[in-house]
């Protein structure tokens, strides 16, 4: 198998905690995390809030540096690059985060916006800047005529994801990780944005970090999941085999939680989960991990 994209091994991430004087110990939102991903592919990362997921993907971003452990791009670990390496990978691994609204500066058009990227990145020149700013509007499904010159606030949760979207897409990356970038969405807005991730992917050959709470949504499109527990990787694997047939009472917990339209399935699941917990809790004492 070709080289990841993105590689990250034994990952730890600890806040706050002093041990002197009575102190708190430290406490751990990430624990001994590994993963891959691969050009092309879907890793989707699940879990329940406070699990970590965020923190590991501001971790695989560079915005967060690991308490130890190491993330490699290409092979190249990250603590070693220089001041154009992280140029090239700036460039390369781009966010969408959760809330498109703040992620967006309120004082810049949407045309400045993309042309400020496009300009800093040297990307388009003055001749081709208009037709590129086009271009990636008409990729995100907006028309360029009718939103180039509207600020953030003239544009609903949908189109501000999109305009993040684009932004993101302008530097042409290999990888995209988005952070819940459909929970703060209307169900009708949110199958409208994954299915223009779903398009982007398949066009660009994009690698694809989606950290979700929704499980419907990993289930229909990644290749790959990660189940998070405690800042813990409990179980790992193709989606179907780990939706599918999960081996973890957590993984079994999450999928009990999920929405079905069935409600025999709904009812067969939390009855197997109590069946599972009847033994004991929940907790990382009992959890197991799985390769990935």
């Known amino acids: 198998m070709s080289v990841p994209i993105l590689s990250a091994r034994a990952i730890v991430k600890s806040f706050g905690g002093r041990r002197w004087f009575g102190g708190a110990a430290p406490k751990r939102a990430v624990d001994a995390v590994d993963l891959d991903v691969h050009e092309g592919e879907t890793l989707a990362i699940v879990g329940e809030s406070g699990s970590g997921k965020s923190t590991l993907a501001r971790i695989l971003l560079g915005l967060a540096r690991p308490t130890a452990g190491t993330v490699e791009y290409q092979g190249q670990r990250v603590e070693s690059f220089t001041s154009a390496d992280w140029a090239t990978f700036r460039k390369a691994v781009q966010p969408v985060f959760q809330d498109p609204a703040s992620s967006l500066n309120p004082r810049m058009r949407v045309e400045s916006t993309l042309s400020h990227v496009l300009r800093r990145h040297k990307l388009a020149t003055r001749d081709t800047l208009d037709a590129e700013i086009g271009s990636l509007l008409a990729s995100v499904g907006l028309d360029a005529a ?50 223009l991730l779903v398009s982007l992917k398949a066009t660009r050959n994009l690698g694809l970090v989606l950290i979700s709470h929704d499980l419907n949504v990993v289930d229909a499109i990644s290749d790959r999941v990660i189940v998070m527990y405690l800042g813990r990787i409990v179980e790992a694997g193709p989606t179907r085999q780990v939706l599918g047939n999960p081996s973890n009472d957590y993984t079994r917990s999450l999928l009990a939680a999920k929405l079905v339209a069935d409600p025999h399935i709904a009812r067969a699941r939390r009855r197997a989960v109590d069946d599972a917990r009847a033994s004991g809790p929940i907790s990382p004492s009992n959890l197991q991990g799985a390769p990935q």
């Open 146 to 195: 009718q939103f180039r010159d509207r600020y953030p606030h003239q544009l609903s949760g949908g189109q501000q994801q999109r305009i993040a979207i684009a932004r993101a897409m302008a530097v042409r990356p290999r990888l995209i990780i988005a952070d819940e970038p459909l929970s703060s969405l209307d169900m009708s807005v949110q199958a409208q944005i994954l299915d």
